[in-house]
């Protein structure tokens, strides 16, 4: 299909990201050898992720101005974006109507200017709260019902996923230095209270960070950067780690950056995202600290290995990150939770029979209590494992559902949603 507007590039991208159930950022990237992607690169991401971010509330106007909502992959993306620019964005109606029309999508002048004048809170009236959650914050209801059913603050952890949260940017240097260089580029910066080599930075182009400051720096959520803080804690200068889910490194390289004489073994999966983590190995001088292999962490290749510290970072519903890659929200289901949980009790089991006394970590960037507490649990009681107590380390990210272990929320603590838990034999 030719795309010639915006609109209809953005359609496509999220037709395929709904399909193929990747990511946002992945599909550009994809399209990338496109010189109208290539140019329009940044408007088609933060439209594609408003759209997202809103998609529930941008049917329900659309539903109610213009009538049903295509079933049509495509289309109803079309009819999403369409909504989103009347309603946020003062763009033209005569050039969306031409745009509805090329794609069979029957909205009129008038339809598409009682979308403008559509109150959201008459929308809602009649709906239960629960409902009404789901389409003004666009969080799947089954979602929506599960947090206000297992968490005290369950409507601002809803909320929070529509809320932009801050860049969290790693300093492989002094801090100060990269203070002084994001300062240079005209970038507002200030230090991180809880970690020593974090800099938060507001409202930023990535790309111009990444490639001003290279390997100075390493873009990540500060929810993760804890991990290597906890290692460096718990044992010292000399230390082995297997890194059960490796890819893309994040971790990894950390801990080797952190602890002088830190040596890891990653272990992942998945073949493409083992490439990345090798070259961003090598990109920040880190070859010699850690080696990377293709592998299911169900059947490590480790014969006879003793490491210090197991870390399982593995796969998960990734529900806190819905407010960074709010695309989740569009195939993520119940049965995905439990079909998770499963998988990673697998893998924490099977790292319970590396050889040694060992220290596991444990990590998801997701909320839900199957799995996180629940495994947790499942797996001392089963291997007759204690937890560390990492709430005297990091108080401020105690977790009130179990004792010991961390969990990070968007709306308490600005990073994406996350779990720690540290396990020792
Ligand atoms: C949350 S990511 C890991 C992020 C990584 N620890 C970091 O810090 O950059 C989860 C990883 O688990 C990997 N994975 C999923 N199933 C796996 C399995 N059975 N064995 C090993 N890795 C697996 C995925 O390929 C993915 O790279």
Same mark, same amino acid.
């Given at each position: 299909?030719?795309?010639?507007?915006?609109?209809?590039?953005?359609?496509?991208?999220?037709?395929?990201?709904?399909?193929?159930?990747?990511?946002?950022?992945?599909?550009?990237?994809?399209?990338?050898?496109?010189?109208?992607?290539?140019?329009?690169?940044?408007?088609?991401?933060?439209?594609?992720?408003? +759209?997202?971010?809103?998609?529930?509330?941008?049917?329900?106007?659309?539903?109610?101005?213009?009538?049903?909502?295509?079933?049509?992959?495509?289309?109803?993306?079309?009819?999403?974006?369409?909504?989103?620019?009347?309603?946020?964005?003062?763009?033209?109606?005569?050039?969306?109507?031409?745009?509805?029309?090329?794609?069979?999508?029957?909205?009129?002048?008038?339809?598409?200017?009682?979308?403008?004048?559509?109150?959201?809170?008459?929308?809602?009236?009649?709906?239960?709260?629960?409902?009404?959650?789901? +389409?003004?914050?666009?969080?799947?209801?089954?979602?929506?019902?599960?947090?206000? &059913?297992?968490?005290?603050?369950?409507?601002?952890?809803?909320?929070?996923?529509?809320? &932009?949260?801050?860049?969290?940017?790693?300093?492989?240097?002094?801090?100060?230095? +990269?203070?002084?260089?994001?300062?240079?580029?005209?970038?507002?910066?200030?230090?991180?209270?809880?970690?020593?080599?974090?800099?938060?930075?507001?409202?930023?182009?990535?790309?111009?960070?990444?490639?001003?400051?290279?390997?100075?720096?390493?873009?990540?959520?500060?929810?993760?950067?804890?991990?290597?803080?906890?290692?460096?804690?718990?044992?010292?200068?000399?230390?082995?780690?297997?890194?059960?889910?490796?890819?893309?490194?994040?971790?990894?390289?950390?801990?080797?950056?952190?602890?002088?004489?830190?040596?890891?073994?990653?272990?992942?999966?998945?073949?493409?995202?083992?490439?990345?983590?090798?070259?961003?190995?090598?990109?920040?001088?880190?070859?010699?600290?850690?080696?990377?292999?293709?592998?299911?962490?169900?059947?490590?290749?480790?014969?006879?290995?003793?490491?210090?510290?197991?870390?399982?970072?593995?796969?998960?519903?990734?529900?806190?990150?819905?407010?960074?890659?709010?695309?989740?929200?569009?195939?993520?289901?119940?049965?995905?939770?439990?079909?998770?949980?499963?998988?990673?009790?697998?893998?924490?089991?099977?790292?319970?029979?590396?050889?040694?006394?060992?220290?596991?970590?444990?990590?998801?960037?997701?909320?839900?209590?199957?799995?996180?507490?629940?495994?947790?649990?499942?797996?001392?009681?089963?291997?007759?494992?204690?937890?560390?107590?990492?709430?005297?380390?990091?108080?401020?990210?105690?977790?009130?559902?179990?004792?010991?272990?961390?969990?990070?929320?968007?709306?308490?603590?600005?990073?994406?949603?996350?779990?720690?838990?540290?396990?020792?034999?």
């Amino acid at each position: 299909m030719s795309c010639r507007y915006v609109e209809e590039i953005c359609a496509d991208i999220l037709r395929e990201v709904e399909e193929r159930r990747i990511s946002i950022r992945g599909a550009i990237e994809d399209r990338a050898h496109d010189s109208t992607v290539r140019r329009l690169r940044s408007l088609i991401l933060a439209l594609c992720l408003d +759209v997202v971010r809103r998609y529930v509330l941008l049917e329900k106007i659309f539903e109610h101005s213009v009538g049903e909502v295509p079933r049509d992959i495509f289309k109803r993306n079309l009819a999403r974006i369409v909504t989103y620019e009347v309603r946020y964005r003062d763009i033209r109606i005569e050039r969306l109507v031409k745009i509805c029309r090329k794609h069979g999508l029957k909205a009129s002048r008038r339809d598409l200017a009682r979308m403008r004048e559509t109150s959201e809170s008459e929308l809602v009236k009649d709906l239960s709260y629960e409902e009404r959650l789901h +389409v003004l914050y666009s969080v799947p209801l089954w979602l929506v019902r599960y947090i206000l &059913r297992k968490f005290i603050d369950g409507e601002q952890i809803i909320r929070s996923f529509s809320e &932009r949260l801050p860049t969290y940017v790693r300093c492989r240097v002094s801090r100060n230095v +990269v203070l002084k260089k994001l300062k240079e580029l005209g970038i507002d910066a200030k230090e991180d209270p809880d970690l020593d080599d974090a800099v938060i930075v507001d409202k930023v182009k990535l790309s111009l960070i990444e490639r001003t400051l290279g390997n100075l720096i390493y873009v990540q959520d500060k929810s993760s950067m804890l991990i290597a803080h906890i290692v460096e804690k718990l044992v010292d200068n000399n230390v082995r780690v297997v890194d059960m889910c490796s890819a893309p490194g994040g971790k990894a390289i950390h801990i080797t950056d952190r602890i002088e004489r830190a040596y890891v073994t990653g272990i992942d999966i998945s073949f493409r995202r083992v490439l990345t983590e090798l070259s961003l190995i090598y990109r920040y001088d880190a070859h010699s600290k850690v080696d990377v292999v293709c592998a299911s962490a169900l059947r490590p290749p480790l014969r006879q290995y003793s490491p210090h510290i197991v870390i399982v970072d593995p796969d998960c519903t990734s529900i806190g990150k819905l407010s960074h890659s709010p695309e989740i929200r569009l195939w993520l289901r119940e049965h995905h939770v439990r079909e998770m949980a499963r998988l990673q009790y697998k893998i924490l089991r099977k790292a319970c029979s590396i050889s040694g006394r060992i220290i596991m970590i444990y990590s998801t960037c997701t909320i839900t209590f199957e799995e996180n507490e629940d495994n947790i649990k499942r797996i001392c009681d089963e291997h007759g494992l204690e937890l560390v107590d990492l709430c005297t380390l990091f108080p401020k990210f105690c977790n009130i559902y179990m004792r010991g272990s961390l969990r990070l929320f968007p709306h308490t603590h600005r990073t994406g949603g996350y779990f720690i838990a540290c396990l020792r034999s």
